[in-house]
T-cell receptor, first 111, second 111 residues
């Protein structure tokens, strides 16, 4: 199993640009999550999903959108990038009452 | 909302024992997890407590007291490679499993 994979690893965006961060897991986990981590801080939950077709907002959803058309994929969309969205983005998945397995992260800079 | 408190930084010497505390205020509490994160890396799961008491996994142990909304991570026989940030995370399980993270404790292990 590859676990949780994220692409791209790094990205620089200009203000106002859009992009999609990709996340795929091959463990058939129902639960998937997107977090952001600012330098020296903890992780903040952006969005989560409990299965294909079901998503909901976390603590900091503004400026982001998600979709879950399959169990494996959970892409995160930034529509109008702002400097405040400069962060490291982690995708994670888990099964019921289990640990969260994290992907390697995407380092995003908005200039 | 959720709030978690843990010390920002702890320093210990190689071979020693260190305890990292975590207090939380939350609703719909399911369990408390601990994650390790090395600089530039992804969080990795260490332990999960759903019931009161001590869970031991090798050199690491984790404790939970639900009545006190308190837990700790105990690291024994510290090694240089244990230098990392450690995060406690509450799992909220009203309908869906969601993890909310503390701000992290940076552990510095010195020779």
């Amino acid at each position: 199993n590859a676990g949780v994979t994220q692409t791209p690893k790094f990205r620089i965006l200009k203000i106002g640009q859009s992009m999609t961060l990709q996340c795929t897991q091959d463990m058939n986990h129902n639960y998937m999550y997107w977090y952001r981590q600012d330098p020296g801080m903890g992780l903040k939950l952006i969005y989560y999903s409990v299965g294909a077709g079901i998503t909901d907002k976390g603590e900091v959803p503004n400026g982001y959108n998600v979709s879950r058309s399959t169990t494996e994929d959970f892409p995160l969309r930034l529509e109008l990038a702002a400097p405040s969205q400069t962060s490291v983005y982690f995708c994670a998945s888990s099964s019921t009452l289990d640990r969260g397995l994290f992907g390697p992260g995407t380092r995003l800079t908005v200039l | 909302g959720q709030s978690l408190e843990q010390p920002s930084e702890v320093t210990a010497v190689e071979g020693a024992i260190v305890q990292i505390n975590c207090t939380y205020q939350t609703s719909g509490f399911y369990g408390l997890s601990w994650y390790q994160q090395h600089d530039g890396g992804a969080p990795t799961f260490l332990s999960y407590n759903a019931l009161d008491g001590l869970e031991e996994t090798g050199r690491f142990s984790s404790f939970l007291s639900r009545s006190d909304s308190y837990g700790y991570l105990l690291l024994q026989e510290l090694q240089m490679k244990d230098s990392a940030s450690y995060f406690c995370a509450v799992m909220i399980g009203d309908n869906f499993n969601k993890f909310y993270f503390g701000s992290g404790t940076k552990l510095n292990v010195k020779p």
